[in-house]
């Protein structure tokens, strides 16, 4: 009989520790990852900003590792028609300057949260053979299809909108509905910035406490730190107030990470070779 019992505590105890652990928060490593650049004139990303400053922005993806996952946020691209286009320096594949500089392979990727589909940000989805997709269903719909063609001009490419309804098709895309809403365990995604028609930027856990990730809703330090929206919205004042909401989300103003800014390989040094580890 007391063996009975002992058995019977120590099934509860395992039980209730079981879900203990399962309750645990999940806490993430984020990276930024730079995989080419290219010269950009500074008045389309900061409004009002002078006609004669030009930057050479860094084209970046972000990554957070944690729970069992790993999480891109936004893919890059590596369409041959746009390398043409634009022809940026020091290109390299997505998915190879993830292997280069994290040592993650193409297939260990589980999730991208896609910020919003212009070219630079969603045409490297398809690199990633396992990951589901995450995008707001209001963006997709807006610009994408039933059968993959581009509904509204500017918003995404006809390369890009075939490729998201294939994955579509293939059960692989998972729309998100709506603002401030759990994706993945200690990852949120938000609305407002207004850079396309339902774009969205994530907030991430991390030992640091809450990393937001911008995207193109903030393009340089500089849209944050001087209050100014970016150039290319459809609703400025939008904009502005989900750049401040960014900054009061954020466990610091120093962990709002902007889309586009050089600076952040900067800021974040470690481990460097165009890796910046956010949460460090």
Sequence with gaps: MKLAVGLLRLVVALVCAASVLSAAPVIYEV????FASAPFAVRNLVAGADRERS??????FWVAKGGGRTVLVD???YRDKFIQQWKPKNYVKPSEALRAGLGIAPDEVTDIIVSHSHWDHVDGVDLFPK???HIQKAEYEYYVGPQGEVLNRGGVDVDDAKML????????????DGDALEVLPG???FTGGKHTFASQYAAVDTRRGV???ASDNAYLYENLEKHLAIAQTLDPVSNLAAQLRMLHMAASPALVVPGHDPAVFDRFPQPGH???RIDR
């Design 274 to 276: 165009g890796v910046a």
């Design 211 to 213: 990393v937001v990730l």
């Design 187 to 189: 990852i949120q995604v």
């Design 75 to 77: 893919a890059g691209f």
């Design 165 to 176: 309804a294939e994955l579509k098709a293939a059960g692989r895309v998972q729309f998100v």
């Design 131 to 133: 990951a589901v997709i």
């Design 55 to 60: 930057i050479d922005i860094a084209f970046t």
């Design 31 to 34: 990276y930024a990852v730079e």
